[in-house]
Each structure stands twice: as structure tokens, then as C-alpha cells.
């Protein structure tokens, strides 16, 4: 079973930059499709970026050209890289993996954009 460990958050300005780490546990991470979701106060769990095990990605409208989203398989992880963050950007982040029945969560990384 895949596990996931998340880093790269912390605070950062408006305009600013982070890039966000998960890395899988495991074997087979190539199989899985990959995703990004984050969660703000009071509001519900919300979908990012994915990347799937083709190598496609899609993005929320909120973030086109923002954020990208990148894997390696050879080291286990997918990547979010984070431009030009907004304050409505402030959430704590989960990475998430996904194949038919299977769906992992990582633990969170907080993101905090703030002058």
C-alpha cells in the first residue's frame, strides 16, 4: 500500500513562489494517477492539479497558469510548483493517489499567502 508524505509549505507574500513535494511510499507509484487537492478554512476539500499515470494533467480554472504539476517516478514523487500565490490561495494542501478502488491521502501541508 502507497503512503504519502508531503512538504514544501510554509508562509509565504503575495506574488511569491513555494513547491510542494509528496513523496509515495511503496511500489508501483508509476501506476498511479496523482493529484493535488486543498482544503481552506470552512470550505470544502477542492481538487488542484492532477497528473495522471499517462503523464496528462489537467488544472482548476483558479490556478491555470499559475501552478504546474510534475512527477518522477524514478523518485517517487509529484511535484507542485506554485506561482504568483494569491491570499485565496491559503489552504492546507493534500496530495492524493489514485487507481479504481484505491485512494490515498497524504497528511497535509500548510500554505499561508500573507503579507
Known amino acids: 500500500q502507497v503512503q504519502l508524505v508531503e512538504s514544501g509549505g510554509g508562509l509565504v507574500q503575495p506574488g511569491g513562489s513555494l513547491r510542494l513535494s509528496c513523496v509515495a511510499s511503496g511500489s508501483s507509484f508509476s501506476i498511479y494517477n496523482m493529484a493535488w487537492f486543498r482544503q481552506a478554512p470552512g470550505k470544502q476539500r477542492e481538487s488542484v492539479a492532477a497528473?495522471?499515470?499517462?503523464?496528462?494533467?489537467n488544472y482548476a480554472d483558479s490556478v491555470k497558469g499559475r501552478f504546474t504539476i510534475s512527477r518522477d517516478n524514478a523518485k517517487n514523487t509529484v511535484y507542485l510548483q506554485m506561482n504568483s500565490l494569491k491570499p485565496e490561495d491559503t489552504a492546507v494542501y493534500y496530495c492524493?493517489?489514485?487507481?479504481?478502488?484505491?485512494?490515498?491521502w497524504g497528511q497535509g501541508t500548510q500554505v499561508t499567502v500573507s503579507s
Open positions: 497528473i495522471f499515470s499517462s503523464g496528462s494533467t
Open positions: 492524493n493517489a489514485y487507481r479504481g478502488p484505491v485512494n490515498i
